[in-house]
């Protein structure tokens, strides 16, 4: 093979999709054919999570029906509550997730008479308990009841649980639109991955847990953890400029920032820092958003980098009083939607993926018995 291959499968077309366009001129991102900017402003979490797995805009009466669906699925089962007590509390919350929805496919199967669609509404509606189950439950709160249906929406009822209260408007439409932003994006590494695992005939269950396995890394669902951590290391604007400098002379990378597909920005960067914006109503927050803003004019000064999608999610989700640690599992809660779109796709016209490799290894050789191997 004489052509030079880029690494990481840079630039290859991997397969066709009509889910989402990522980065594609004149037309940047669309869900479904909806541009992401109006998706933000206008619509809510539910309904990106309906066009996503139905193809189609919910009227208000389907829409209705269908929050009134996720809200009733949202119940543990005993087990997988004392699968999720026995988990360590040191435990990263992704790996929480991932052994929580491997639990489910064990209680839960597909091939107990589910339909694809039943176990995707099930995921969506019971991640956020598992999380907050969890979470709480090694916090000392005891086991915290997950299925009330008084917040009705995934926003709401996951910050109600977060809280111990309810949680107020702005703080409830700042997450629904991080969780919007976050729904869906093409054939990035979580998803390409579960439509890996799904084109070899796997269930459901192992296709997700494999997209949360993927996400936890900083290199893609992880950064906006490492993007807080690094944010929160900054005393000053000062102490940011020369930092990030620093790093970046030593080679270092700085998380929230660059992108393999979009090389001029984010389209969801600005949307998400302007929630972040809005939140940041206390001096402390004031002062992380204009170190943010320093680390975006040095990165692009110094790189022309600019922050991805992870940079402001994650100050907003600590403007919100996040811990640091759930920010991917909200990742996944959201990127659940797409996940599941993309094994619709991938099942309604499957065929195994498995591209081939260029051999770089030694030239066949005679082999040697052991007994007559010198070291
Ligand atoms: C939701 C998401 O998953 S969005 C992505 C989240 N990930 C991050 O924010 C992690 C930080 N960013 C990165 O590591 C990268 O930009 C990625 C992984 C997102 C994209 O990676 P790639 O397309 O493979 O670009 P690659 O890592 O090869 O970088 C190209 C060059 O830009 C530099 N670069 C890219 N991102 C950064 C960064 N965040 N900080 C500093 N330098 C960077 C690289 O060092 C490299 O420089 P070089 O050519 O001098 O060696
Ligand atoms: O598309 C990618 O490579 C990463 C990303 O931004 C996402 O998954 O949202």
Redesign the pocket.
């Known amino acids: 093979m004489t052509e030079t291959i880029k690494?990481?499968l840079?630039g290859i077309i991997a397969g066709k999709t009509s889910i989402s366009t990522v980065g594609k001129e004149g037309l940047d991102l669309t869900y479904r054919g909806y541009s992401i900017h109006d998706l933000a402003k206008k619509a809510t979490f539910e309904e990106v999570v309906f066009l996503l797995l139905y193809n189609k805009l919910p009227t208000k009466s389907q829409l209705n029906t269908f929050i009134d669906q996720l809200a009733s699925l949202r119940e543990l089962p005993s087990s997988l509550q004392s699968v999720l007590k026995l988990i360590p509390k040191e435990t990263n919350p992704m790996d929480v997730l991932r052994t929580g929805c491997s639990m489910l496919g064990t209680l839960e199967p597909e091939e107990g008479g589910r339909t694809q669609e039943d176990i995707a509404k099930r995921l969506l509606a019971v991640l956020p308990s598992m999380l907050l189950y969890w979470y709480q439950y090694h916090k000392g709160k005891g086991s915290i009841e997950t299925t009330s249906e008084s917040e009705k929406t995934i926003a709401s009822h996951l910050l109600h649980l977060l809280y111990g209260h309810p949680a107020n408007a702005d703080q409830i439409r700042a997450l629904d639109v991080a969780l919007i932003l976050?729904a869906e994006?093409e054939f990035?590494?979580?998803t390409f991955t579960c439509r890996v695992i799904t084109s070899t005939l796997s269930d459901f269950y192992s296709a997700i847990t494999g997209g949360i396995c993927a996400?936890r890394g900083?290199?893609?669902?992880?950064?906006?953890e490492?993007?807080m951590e690094q944010i929160g290391k900054f005393q000053s604007v000062e102490e940011a400029e020369q930092g990030v400098k620093a790093?970046?002379s030593k080679?270092?990378?700085?998380?929230?920032?660059?992108?393999?597909?979009y090389k001029y920005g984010?389209p969801r960067s600005d949307i998400i820092k302007e929630w972040a914006k809005n939140l940041s109503v206390k001096p402390q927050y004031k002062v992380l958003f204009s170190i943010a803003e320093k680390i975006e004019e040095v990165?692009f000064k110094e790189?022309h980098?600019y922050p991805?999608?992870?940079?402001y999610s994650a100050l907003t989700y600590h403007f919100l009083g996040i811990p640091t640690l759930l920010f991917t599992p909200l990742?996944v809660i959201s990127r659940t939607a797409g996940w599941c779109a993309h094994i619709f796709e991938q099942r309604a016209n499957n065929r195994l993926i498995r591209p081939i490799a260029e051999y770089v290894g030694p030239l066949p050789m005679p082999f040697i018995p052991i007994e007559e191997r010198t070291l």
């Open positions: 690494g990481g840079e976050h994006h990035n590494a979580s996400l900083p290199l893609h669902g992880g950064a906006d490492a993007a790093m970046l080679k270092e990378k700085i998380m929230g920032f660059g992108h393999r597909v984010d990165m790189k980098l991805n999608v992870d940079f990742f």
